[in-house]
Every structure is written in structure tokens, then in C-alpha cells.
């Protein structure tokens, strides 16, 4: 990453990166920092790191041009079959969801991980035997310029309702999950559908549901109120 201030070298902590530290920071990102003098010790480090894009982004819009969202964040292949609109169902084994009613809309965060089902979801896809294996290497694939660690995608939920092994083996079932019965969860919630954002934003991932404010013009139309 460069660091903008033009000190050549500077100590810092991990625990003052973006994301505290936990990959949000690649090499080529611009960061800017404040250099902070610990007068015990008599050294200088970098404190108050942030992206630099982020930083000109946030003081160019107004709050009225804000929008602020849910987010949950998903690690691919998944995080794509369900913003190309080809998982139309989430399990979860938690209660995340249950507390979201019908046309809540969220933002789709994408993990750094790749989830370990041992490609078992191919499996599932390759059931459907209109799907090429160009289709499925597209419809596992963020668009150019989307990666890992941003916001990709809006969705808005539908039901969630518990289930049972019997239902989530079901091979329809299967299908929208894009995973076996035996590894979903036991919540499925019901994706009414997705696009992808105008463009990626950065936002640093959490578990869970979480907000975050994003500009309104990243959202596709027919989206927001």
C-alpha cells in the first residue's frame, strides 16, 4: 500500500489498519494517516489510517446523497450464484434473518474467504443440464473491477422459515440453495431478487447484519424509495 503523507518510512500497528487490521489492506491501496509522537517513549508511528479514496469520497457527499443499509457478508462462490440471481435461497443454521420482514433490502458483502464446501456446489449445478461450463464459471464470478472485501450487490429478502433435512434435500430445493441438503441450514430465507451495485464499495466486513452509509448513486435504479 502506499501511504500518501510522503514520510518515507513510518512504524504503525496493525491495529490501526482499516478493517483492524484483518486483510482489509492490499498492496496498491492509497492510505493516509496522521504521525502521532508517543512523548513516553519518544517515537513516532501512524495513527487515524484510512483509504484515501474513501476519505475524499466521504467529505464530497452530502448526507442527503447517503443511504443508510444493511449488510451481511457471504465468501464466494456463493456471494456471486446469489447476485447473478442464481441462488434464490440463504440457509443459515443461526436466526440472522427472522428479525427482517419481508422487502427489507440488504447489501451483499463479499468475504475475503472462498467457502469450503469441496466444490460440491458444482455438483448441484451441473444437475441442470441447460448450464454450460461457461455458464457456471460466470454465474460464480464477480463482474471486472469487483472483488473480494466490498459491497457488490443489493437483494431484498422475502420469508424466512425453519426447515427440515427431508425439505432441503429436496433436489427443487437443492437447486436454489446451489448446496446439498445435508450441508444447508436449517433457516432458509427466501431471496425476491438481486443486481449488482453501479460499483463496488468498499465496506470493512463483519458477522452478522450490520449498516453502513453508501452513496445513493451506487444503488441501481428502482431500488431506493
Known amino acids: 500500500a502506499d501511504l500518501v503523507n510522503m514520510h518515507p518510512e513510518v512504524f504503525f500497528h496493525v491495529s490501526n489498519l482499516p478493517d483492524r487490521g484483518e486483510g482489509g ?12 509522537t508517543d512523548k513516553a ?19 464530497e457527499v452530502s448526507s442527503a446523497d447517503l443511504v443508510n443499509m444493511h ?6 462462490p ?3 450464484l446469489l447476485a447473478n440471481g442464481y441462488k434464490t435461497l440463504e440457509t443459515r443454521n443461526g436466526t440472522m434473518f427472522t428479525p427482517y420482514p419481508p422487502g ?9 474467504r472462498t467457502y469450503p464446501d469441496g466444490d ?15 455458464d457456471i464459471a460466470a454465474l460464480k464470478s464477480l463482474p471486472d473491477g469487483f472483488g473480494r472485501g466490498s459491497a457488490v450487490a443489493i437483494l431484498e429478502i422475502g420469508s424466512t422459515r425453519a426447515t427440515t433435512l427431508e425439505e432441503r434435500s429436496d433436489p427443487a430445493f437443492e437447486r436454489r440453495v446451489g448446496a446439498f441438503g445435508a450441508d444447508s441450514g ?9 443486481a449488482w ?9 463483519k458477522g452478522g447484519v450490520w449498516k453502513a452509509k453508501v452513496d445513493r448513486s451506487v444503488i441501481p435504479d428502482g431500488w431506493t424509495d
Open 186 to 194: 436449517a433457516m432458509a430465507t427466501e431471496v425476491r431478487r438481486a
Open 78 to 80: 456463493f456471494a456471486a
Open 120 to 134: 460440491r456446489h458444482l455438483d448441484v449445478m451441473r444437475r441442470d443440464a441447460s448450464l454450460t461450463e461457461p
Open 104 to 112: 427489507t433490502k440488504f447489501l451483499l458483502h463479499v468475504g475475503k
Open 71 to 76: 449488510v451481511f457478508s457471504m465468501n464466494m
Open 41 to 59: 517513549r519518544g517515537k513516532t508511528s501512524a495513527v487515524d489510517i484510512q483509504y484515501e479514496d474513501e476519505e475524499r469520497a466521504a467529505g
Open 25 to 36: 489492506v492490499a498492496v496498491g491501496d492509497r492510505l493516509s494517516y496522521v504521525v502521532a
Open 197 to 205: 451495485l453501479k460499483k463496488p464499495v468498499r465496506v470493512p466486513g
